[in-house]
């Protein structure tokens, strides 16, 4: 195994429903423990609503835990690809290219000349003239995973972004985090489809309610994810009736 590029240490986020100081605090994630090493994919599973988006926010740096610390080795970068963050919506799609490569460490000049990458990977430059507004999400799934193609950050956190787009796309992009996995990037890929899991990840995170359920190779996560769908289903369905009533 790679030397550690990151860890969590007892993680936990939590927000209140009200701005009364005094509300009771409502846990997404708790005690969340787990190291992150250079070069190897993990993988995170669990039903909507488990704190996955969440957890890749704190990778990304995005926001802060309540409690814990998170150690990132000094001069790491990440970038976080989603379909709901990244983009300036009224900027156009050449501006977010090079706002997004510059923040992730390219200089102006070098930032224009991977302006061509991008075009030919994300096959959208009829469109990198206009609003980012003006987007559907595969689109915008398209500059956005084309841009991270570009911009090799040192994590590189997927959120579904594997799932989007038409069949032509989803094999260039699987295809595209193949060859980075084989190069030696470190990434976090966030998929509800255990195959894409299997595919590209040695390590394997479920989260369930905001707490790790299982951490450890592939296959053996992933079977005891599987397995246990039945009663998630029955629990989720239960939690549900309660909410309505």
Same mark, same amino acid.
């Given at each position: 195994?790679?030397?550690? $590029?990151?860890?969590?240490?007892?993680?936990?986020?939590? +927000?209140?429903?009200?701005?009364?100081?005094?509300?009771?605090?409502?846990?997404?994630?708790?005690?969340?423990?787990?190291?992150? =090493?250079?070069?190897?994919? @993990?993988?995170?599973?669990?039903?909507?609503?488990?704190? &996955?988006?969440?957890? @890749?926010?704190?990778?990304?740096? $995005? $926001?802060?835990?309540?409690?814990?610390?998170?150690?990132?080795?000094?001069?790491?970068?990440?970038?976080? *690809?989603?379909?709901?963050?990244?983009?300036?919506?009224? %900027?156009?799609?050449?501006?977010?290219?090079?706002?997004? *490569?510059?923040?992730?460490?390219?200089?102006?000049?070098?930032?224009? !000349?991977? %302006?061509?990458?991008? $075009?030919?990977?994300?096959?959208?430059?009829? *469109?990198?003239?206009?609003?980012?507004?003006? +987007?559907?999400?595969?689109?915008?799934?398209?500059?956005?995973?084309?841009?991270?193609? !570009?911009?090799?950050?040192?994590?590189?956190?997927?959120?579904?972004?594997?799932?989007?787009?038409?069949?032509?796309?989803?094999?260039?992009?699987?295809?595209? *985090?193949?060859?980075?996995? !084989?190069?030696?990037?470190?990434?976090?890929?966030?998929?509800?489809?255990?195959?894409?899991?299997? &595919? =590209?990840?040695?390590?394997? @995170?479920?989260?369930?309610?905001? %707490?790790?359920?299982?951490?450890?190779?592939?296959?053996?996560?992933?079977?005891? +994810?599987? !397995?246990?769908?039945?009663?998630?289903?029955?629990?989720?369905?239960?939690?549900?009736?309660?909410?309505?009533?």
């Amino acid at each position: 195994m790679n030397r550690e $590029i990151m860890s969590f240490d007892n993680v936990g986020l939590a +927000y209140r429903r009200s701005l009364n100081p005094f509300s009771q605090k409502n846990w997404v994630l708790k005690e969340i423990n787990f190291q992150l =090493f250079r070069g190897e994919v @993990l993988g995170v599973i669990g039903h909507n609503g488990a704190g &996955k988006s969440t957890l @890749l926010r704190l990778l990304a740096g $995005i $926001i802060a835990p309540n409690q814990g610390k998170i150690f990132k080795e000094k001069g790491v970068r990440s970038q976080l *690809l989603t379909l709901n963050l990244g983009f300036i919506h009224k %900027l156009s799609g050449f501006d977010n290219a090079i706002m997004s *490569l510059v923040t992730q460490g390219k200089t102006i000049k070098e930032a224009n !000349q991977l %302006l061509d990458g991008v $075009i030919e990977f994300s096959g959208i430059g009829h *469109l990198m003239d206009h609003s980012v507004s003006t +987007y559907s999400a595969g689109e915008r799934a398209r500059l956005g995973f084309a841009i991270a193609m !570009q911009a090799t950050p040192d994590i590189l956190l997927l959120d579904e972004m594997l799932g989007v787009g038409d069949k032509e796309f989803k094999r260039k992009s699987g295809k595209a *985090l193949q060859e980075r996995v !084989q190069s030696d990037q470190t990434a976090v890929l966030v998929s509800h489809s255990a195959g894409t899991i299997r &595919k =590209f990840c040695e390590r394997a @995170l479920w989260i369930e309610d905001g %707490l790790v359920k299982a951490l450890g190779p592939t296959d053996e996560v992933l079977d005891r +994810y599987e !397995q246990s769908a039945p009663d998630r289903d029955k629990d989720h369905s239960k939690k549900a009736a309660v909410k309505a009533a």
